[in-house]
């Protein structure tokens, strides 16, 4: 394969067999501009290899070993393709085709990305400065915060985060001017089985009483949070225009959702009926502008207790269910009863006890096909 040197295009995706590129080959097959080895297949290739690859214009790949992933970042340098997608370890059940919305993609699975592999004569991860979706799933992290590895500084443009079955990260940033960008820029967050975390945010006390900056979070559209059961609050504390998802479920500790108030490690359930922020009651819920939010779909969250009053109009389909502590559900208790409104699920159990200002807007959810099940 190596003598042909005016091959352009090169697509291994369904070579069950092929496990590694030998060494070699890439290196002389310069006018490349598209190769693609399927992840699903178990195919590997040495990034010390593609490096070589100058007039690639896409790549899909899973790279060999962590040293040759650094080695093909560190060439991006220079310029590289319009699409990439790279990937370092394995996992079952992830389709690139999930992600193909995002032109540069890093994914990183089941591999050691902490700052330790540095002792062992490894170098510790690097990310392309442009990766805009940033996906790690059952890797060993061993810090509290994303913004603690050496790479995530150099790597503020991405807009999706997905991080799944990861333990240590009790917060995936730490406030300070250099995170404000990627901040504003951030689409999505999608946040599993994230068994330590505890907040978005991480702020000093210095910092608790002051708002975020204008911008913050100010692209995202959609928040997924679940299997996460150390976190108490959803806390964003800043205006989100263009959320448009907010899904959470199974998280056992959580009792407000897309809070106003902080998620600060230091406020314990005894201090619940007190907020951080004003000292409010948490019979008093706050109020959020979410103009483009359309789907709110929460389950599973035993010690949910509030839900804010979302000013927008654009919700239109609202799924609620195994709830207990839940009492009022601000965003259907209206009137005039939403308009934009088209699907409702409520528990059976949790529409029984729920508590009603407005029986008219009662009435009309239960007119509705979808009450409950």
């Known amino acids: 394969m190596e003598n ?5 295009y090169l697509k291994f995706d369904q070579c069950n067999q092929l496990k590694i590129i030998p060494d070699g080959v890439f290196c002389k097959l310069l006018n490349l501009r598209y190769l693609s080895l399927n992840q699903a297949r178990g195919a590997t290739t040495r ?7 100058r007039k690639l214009e896409r790549i899909y790949c899973v790279l060999h070993d962590l040293n040759g992933f650094n080695a093909y970042v560190r060439s991006l340098a220079e310029g590289g393709p319009t699409y990439y997608i790279l990937q370092l370890g394995f996992t079952h059940g992830t389709v690139w085709g999930a992600i193909y919305k995002h032109d540069k993609v890093v994914n990183l699975m089941n591999c050691d990305i902490s700052e330790s592999v540095a002792k062992g004569g490894d170098c510790p991860l690097l990310l392309p400065q442009d ?3 940033l996906v790690i799933i059952s890797c060993c992290i061993n810090v509290s915060s994303l913004c603690e590895l050496t790479s995530f500084k150099n790597a503020m443009n991405f807009k999706l985060c997905n991080i799944e079955k990861c333990g240590e990260l009790k917060h995936l940033f730490v406030y300070s001017s250099s995170i404000i960008r990627l901040l504003q820029r951030l689409e999505e967050l999608d ?4 068994w330590d975390l505890q907040g978005l945010i991480r702020r000093d006390n210095l910092a608790l009483s002051s708002p975020l900056p204008p911008g913050t979070f100010s692209s995202l559209k959609k928040l997924r949070v ?11 504390v800043a205006p989100l225009p263009n959320l448009e998802y ?3 479920f199974e998280c056992e500790q959580l009792v407000e959702i897309v809070a106003t108030t902080s998620d600060h490690d230091e406020e314990e359930e005894d201090q619940e009926h007190v907020e951080a922020a004003g000292g409010r009651s948490h019979q008093a819920v706050g109020i959020v502008t979410l103009p483009k939010l359309w789907n709110l779909s929460l389950s599973s969250l035993p010690k949910l207790k509030s839900i804010p009053v979302i000013a927008g109009n654009s919700l239109r389909q609202v799924t609620i269910s195994k709830c207990p502590k839940l009492k009022k559900v601000p965003c259907l208790d209206k009137v005039p009863f939403p308009v934009s409104l088209r699907y409702v699920y409520i528990g059976e ?11 008219s807007a009662k009435d009309a959810i239960q007119s509705m096909t979808a009450n409950w099940g």
């Open 4 to 8: 042909l040197v005016r091959l352009r």
């Open 47 to 53: 990034g010390e290899e593609l490096v070589y690859l």
């Open 131 to 133: 990766v805009e979706s």
């Open 191 to 194: 946040l599993e089985a994230v």
């Open 226 to 236: 679940c299997y996460c059961n150390n976190i108490k609050r959803l806390s964003m």
């Open 246 to 248: 907010i899904i959470a």
């Open 349 to 359: 159990d949790l529409w029984e006890s729920l508590e009603w200002d407005h029986p």
